[in-house]
C-alpha cells in the first residue's frame, strides 16, 4: 500500500458565512492519480486551494508527509513540492517556451541570464516527456494545447510532490490528451501524487486510482478504480440518475423556414464555408480543435473580419459588420472563451445579464433598473442559476453559473439565432444537463441554433443535422440519422466521399 502524503482532517470554510467546505477529511498517497469530481459549486476549487496555499482554512487541519503545516502562502506550499496547473494559464506569450520555464530561476553565467543552458535544460525535459517542442519557440506562438503542456512541465521541472492538475484537458486534442495521461503516468513513477480535477467523466474512469466525490461541501465517498463507474459516480455527485439517449431523427418542422442562410464565408482559415439553418433547428458544427469552427461562428457575428460573406436571415440580404449588427438583427453569440470574451468578471451579475438589452429597457432616456431587475431575478430559478444576490459579482460563481448567466443575458435579449460554441465546456454533468434541457427548450419556442462542440456525444444527443468540418471547410453536413461517432469522424480526419 502507498504511502501517505498529505492529508486533510475536518476542513470547514465559509465565504460570508456561507459554507462552502463541511468537515472534509482526505488522505492522498505518494504515486497514485486521485481525482475529485463534484458539481461545480461543490468545492472543488477551494479544496485544492487550501491544500496550495492559496486561501486558508476556517479550521480543521493539514498533514504533510507526517507533519501537520499551517499554510500562510503559495510559495510556503510550493517549497515542499506543492504545486498546482490552473485552468488560466500564467505564461509571459513574448518570452521563449525556455524562458517560461526558467522564469523566477534563471540560469545564470555572471551577471546575464545563460538562455543557452535554460535552453539545453528544457530540451532535456522535452526529451524525458516525448514533447516535440522547440526551447526558443516564443509562447505566442503556440497553440492553446501547446502553451497546456508547456504551463504542466514549468511546474514539474521543478521538485514538485504533489501536482494538482485542474481541468487540464480543456484545450487538448485527443493525442496531446494521450500524451498528457504518458506524462502522468511517467510522474507517477517517480512516485509524485497527483490531484486530477475535470468534468470529462471517462478521463477520470481511465487515469484514476482514487476517486472522491464532493456534493454541496461535503465528501460523499472515495472509490477505488475497481469500484467506480460513470452511473455511479454521477448518482453521487447529484443524487439522481441521468440518462443520455442519441437523436435519431430530426425534429425539425418539414415546412420549417430557412431563418438564416450564410454564403461564400471566406477567409484566411476559411474556405467557401455556405449553410443554412432552419427555424426551431439544432445545426451542430464537429470537426477537430482548428478545424474552424470558432471562426464560422465569429464571422456570422461580426467579430472577426473575413474576405468574403453573404448573409440572409429571414430571407432578406443583411450586413454584419460587428457583433452590434448581429445583435440588432436577433443574432447572438457564446463564446467558448467566456471569461475573455463573454463576462465582465468584475462586475454584478445583473450588470452582466442586462447589458445586452440596455436599449429595450429605458424609460425617457434612462435605464428602468426595476423592470430590468425584475426581468433578470426571473432566470435565476428557470435556469436554476446559484448565487446569493444578482448584485453578487461574477467572478464569484462558478463556471457552470457564469454560463447559465450568459444564456440569460441572451434570453433577455430575445434573440432569434443563438450561437452556441462550447456551451458546456468545463461544466459538471448537472449543469451540463440543465443547460441541454434549456437549449431544447428554446427550438420548441421557434428559436434557432448553431452548436460547435468538441463533445460528439452533446452533437449526437441535441442535434438535426451535423456540418463537420476540415482544414477550414465544411466538408460533410449529416442528417442526425446518419451521423454516429464514426460517420463524424470519417469527414473530419480526412475527405469522404
Not at 492553446?144 to 501536482?163: G, R
Not at 442535434?463 to 454516429?484: H, P, W
Request: with cysteine; proline share 2%.
Amino acid at each position: 500500500m502507498n504511502d501517505t502524503i498529505i492529508s486533510l482532517s475536518h476542513i470547514n470554510k465559509s465565504f460570508h458565512q456561507n459554507p462552502v467546505l463541511t468537515d472534509v477529511s482526505l488522505s492522498f498517497d505518494k504515486g497514485e492519480v486521485h481525482s475529485i469530481v463534484g458539481e461545480n459549486g461543490a468545492g472543488k476549487s477551494t479544496l485544492t486551494k487550501i491544500l496550495c496555499g492559496v486561501i486558508k482554512q476556517d479550521s480543521g487541519t493539514i498533514c504533510f508527509e507526517g507533519e501537520n503545516i499551517d499554510f500562510k502562502n503559495v510559495s510556503q506550499a510550493q517549497a515542499l513540492g506543492i504545486r498546482m496547473v490552473y485552468q488560466e494559464l500564467f505564461l509571459m506569450k513574448d518570452l521563449t517556451i525556455a524562458q517560461n520555464i526558467f522564469i523566477g530561476r534563471e540560469i545564470k553565467k555572471g551577471f546575464f541570464i545563460d538562455d543557452e543552458a535554460m535552453n539545453q535544460k528544457c530540451q532535456e525535459l522535452f526529451d524525458e516527456y516525448d514533447m516535440d517542442l522547440k526551447p526558443y519557440t516564443p509562447v505566442k506562438e503556440l497553440s492553446i494545447a501547446q502553451m497546456q503542456m508547456v504551463e504542466i512541465l514549468k511546474n514539474v521541472s521543478q521538485e514538485v510532490k504533489v501536482l494538482v492538475l485542474d481541468e487540464p484537458t480543456t484545450a487538448l486534442s485527443s493525442k496531446e490528451v494521450d500524451d498528457l495521461f504518458l506524462m502522468i503516468e511517467k510522474l507517477k513513477a517517480k512516485g509524485v501524487s497527483l490531484i486530477y480535477i475535470s468534468h470529462k467523466l471517462d478521463e477520470i474512469l481511465r487515469i484514476s486510482d482514487k476517486i472522491s466525490v464532493l456534493r454541496d461541501g461535503n465528501i460523499v465517498d472515495t472509490l477505488s478504480k475497481e469500484e467506480a463507474n460513470r452511473a455511479k459516480i454521477i448518482q453521487m455527485m447529484i443524487g439522481r440518475a441521468i440518462t443520455w439517449t442519441v437523436k435519431e431523427k430530426s425534429e425539425v418542422k418539414e415546412n420549417a423556414p430557412i431563418v438564416l442562410n450564410v454564403k461564400k464565408m471566406e477567409s484566411r482559415k476559411l474556405h467557401k464555408i455556405s449553410f443554412d439553418l432552419k427555424q426551431g433547428e439544432i445545426l451542430g458544427f464537429a470537426g477537430l480543435m482548428g478545424s474552424g469552427r470558432t471562426e464560422v461562428a465569429r464571422a456570422i457575428f461580426g467579430a472577426d473580419r473575413v474576405r468574403a460573406l453573404e448573409i440572409e436571415k429571414d430571407g432578406k440580404v443583411i450586413d454584419i459588420h460587428s457583433p452590434k449588427d448581429a445583435i440588432e438583427h436577433g443574432i447572438c453569440y457564446l463564446s467558448e472563451d467566456r471569461k475573455q470574451f463573454g463576462l465582465f468578471l468584475d462586475h454584478s451579475i445583473y450588470a452582466n445579464e442586462v447589458i445586452s438589452s440596455l436599449d429595450n429597457n429605458t424609460k425617457f432616456m434612462l435605464l428602468d433598473d426595476k423592470v430590468m431587475m425584475e426581468k433578470a431575478e426571473k432566470y435565476k430559478d428557470e435556469l436554476n442559476i446559484k448565487y446569493p444576490s444578482i448584485l453578487s459579482k461574477m467572478e464569484s460563481l462558478s463556471g457552470g453559473n457564469q454560463q447559465k448567466c450568459i444564456i440569460a443575458r441572451w434570453l433577455l435579449k430575445d434573440a432569434d439565432i443563438f450561437i452556441f460554441d462550447e456551451p458546456t465546456k468545463g461544466i459538471d454533468i448537472g449543469a451540463k444537463s440543465e443547460i441541454y434541457s434549456k437549449i431544447k427548450e428554446l427550438v420548441q419556442l421557434g428559436k434557432s441554433i448553431i452548436l460547435i462542440s468538441s463533445e460528439l456525444e452533446e452533437i449526437t444527443q441535441l442535434c438535426d443535422r451535423v456540418a463537420v468540418m476540415r482544414e477550414g471547410s465544411i466538408s460533410k453536413i449529416l442528417d442526425i440519422s446518419e451521423a454516429s461517432q464514426e460517420n463524424i469522424m470519417k469527414y473530419a480526419v480526412r475527405n469522404a466521399q
